[in-house]
C-alpha cells in the first residue's frame, strides 16, 4: 500500500462534539418528558358487605267463604237516612198579596140575547108500507101445476095430498121449496120435482114493485084423476 501524499491529517473540531452532546442530551429529556406519569398505588381497599333485613311481604288476603242463609239472615241491615236538604223559605212579610175583585154582571136577562127554551124537534112518523101483494099463479102455466102420479101410489090405488111452502123470485120462479105435509114420500118427492122445474107465478108486488115472498100450496092426488 501506498500512503496518499496529499491527504491532509485529520484535526480535532471542539465545537462538533459539543452540538453532538447537546442533541444527545436534548432526546433523553423528551424521552423522559413524553413517557407516562407513574402515581404511587393507593393502598389495597377491603370491601366490606353488611346483610340489610328486608320487610316479609303481607299475608295474602283470606279467600271469601259462599254465604250461606243464616250469615245473611244474621246480618243486621244497615238503614241509610239521608238528611233532607234544609230549603230557606221565605217569610210571609216577603210575600205580597195582590186581589183583584171582579164585579158580578148583573142577573137581569140581556135584550136580545135569551135563546129561550130548548125545543126537541120530533121526527117525523115514517110513512107506512105499501100493502104487500102475494105472488098468484100464473095462469099460462096452470096445466103445469099438477105433478104426475107416482107410479107405486098408483099400483097400490092410493090418493095422497101434498102441502109445501115456496118462496117466489121476482122473475116468477120458485127458488126454495119447504115440505109442509105429505101423505108419503112419493108424492113429496115428485111436487118438489115439478115445482122447481114448471111452477111460474106473478110475482108478489109491494108498492108496484116486485118483490121475493112465500106461498103455501096445497096438491091433491086422485086415482079417478089420474085414470
Same mark, same amino acid.
Given at each position: 500500500?501506498?500512503?496518499?501524499?496529499? %491527504?491532509?491529517?485529520?484535526?480535532?473540531?471542539?465545537?462538533?462534539?459539543?452540538?453532538?452532546?447537546?442533541?444527545?442530551?436534548?432526546?433523553?429529556?423528551?424521552?423522559?418528558?413524553?413517557?407516562?406519569?407513574?402515581?404511587?398505588?393507593?393502598?389495597?381497599?377491603?370491601?366490606?358487605?353488611?346483610?340489610?333485613?328486608?320487610?316479609?311481604?303481607?299475608?295474602?288476603?283470606?279467600?271469601?267463604?259462599?254465604?250461606?242463609?243464616?250469615?245473611?239472615?244474621?246480618?243486621?241491615?244497615?238503614?241509610?237516612?239521608?238528611?233532607?236538604?234544609?230549603?230557606?223559605?221565605?217569610?210571609?212579610?216577603?210575600?205580597?198579596?195582590?186581589?183583584?175583585?171582579?164585579?158580578?154582571?148583573?142577573?137581569?136577562?140581556?135584550?136580545?140575547?135569551?135563546?129561550?127554551?130548548?125545543?126537541?124537534?120530533?121526527?117525523?112518523?115514517?110513512?107506512?108500507?105499501?100493502?104487500?101483494?102475494?105472488?098468484?099463479?100464473?095462469?099460462?102455466?096452470?096445466?103445469?101445476?099438477?105433478?104426475?102420479?107416482?107410479?107405486?101410489?098408483?099400483?097400490?090405488?092410493?090418493?095422497?095430498?101434498?102441502?109445501?111452502?115456496?118462496?117466489?123470485?121476482?122473475?116468477?120462479?120458485?127458488?126454495?121449496?119447504?115440505?109442509?105435509?105429505?101423505?108419503?114420500? %112419493?108424492?113429496?118427492?115428485?111436487?118438489?120435482?115439478?115445482?122447481?122445474?114448471?111452477?111460474?107465478?106473478?110475482?108478489?108486488?109491494?108498492?108496484?114493485?116486485?118483490?121475493? %115472498?112465500?106461498?103455501?100450496?096445497?096438491?091433491?092426488?086422485?086415482?079417478?084423476?089420474?085414470?
Amino acid at each position: 500500500m501506498y500512503a496518499d501524499r496529499h %491527504a491532509q491529517p485529520t484535526r480535532f473540531n471542539p465545537g462538533g462534539l459539543t452540538a453532538a452532546i447537546a442533541i444527545n442530551a436534548g432526546l433523553v429529556a423528551a424521552l423522559m418528558f413524553a413517557g407516562p406519569t407513574i402515581l404511587p398505588g393507593d393502598p389495597v381497599r377491603i370491601l366490606e358487605t353488611t346483610n340489610i333485613p328486608i320487610d316479609q311481604p303481607p299475608p295474602e288476603p283470606p279467600t271469601p267463604q259462599p254465604r250461606t242463609e243464616e250469615v245473611v239472615a244474621n246480618r243486621p241491615t244497615e238503614t241509610i237516612v239521608a238528611p233532607n236538604p234544609i230549603v230557606p223559605t221565605p217569610s210571609t212579610s216577603d210575600l205580597v198579596t195582590t186581589t183583584t175583585i171582579v164585579p158580578t154582571p148583573p142577573l137581569t136577562p140581556i135584550i136580545g140575547s135569551d135563546p129561550g127554551p130548548v125545543v126537541i124537534a120530533t121526527p117525523a112518523p115514517l110513512p107506512p108500507l105499501p100493502p104487500l101483494i102475494a105472488p098468484q099463479v100464473d095462469p099460462r102455466y096452470a096445466s103445469a101445476f099438477q105433478p104426475t102420479y107416482p107410479p107405486a101410489e098408483r099400483r097400490a090405488n092410493r090418493d095422497g095430498r101434498v102441502t109445501v111452502r115456496v118462496l117466489v123470485g121476482i122473475d116468477g120462479r120458485v127458488k126454495q121449496i119447504e115440505r109442509v105435509t105429505a101423505t108419503s114420500d %112419493a108424492f113429496w118427492q115428485v111436487t118438489q120435482d115439478r115445482a122447481l122445474r114448471s111452477w111460474r107465478f106473478k110475482p108478489a108486488t109491494r108498492g108496484d114493485v116486485p118483490v121475493e %115472498a112465500w106461498r103455501t100450496m096445497s096438491l091433491t092426488f086422485r086415482m079417478e084423476d089420474a085414470g
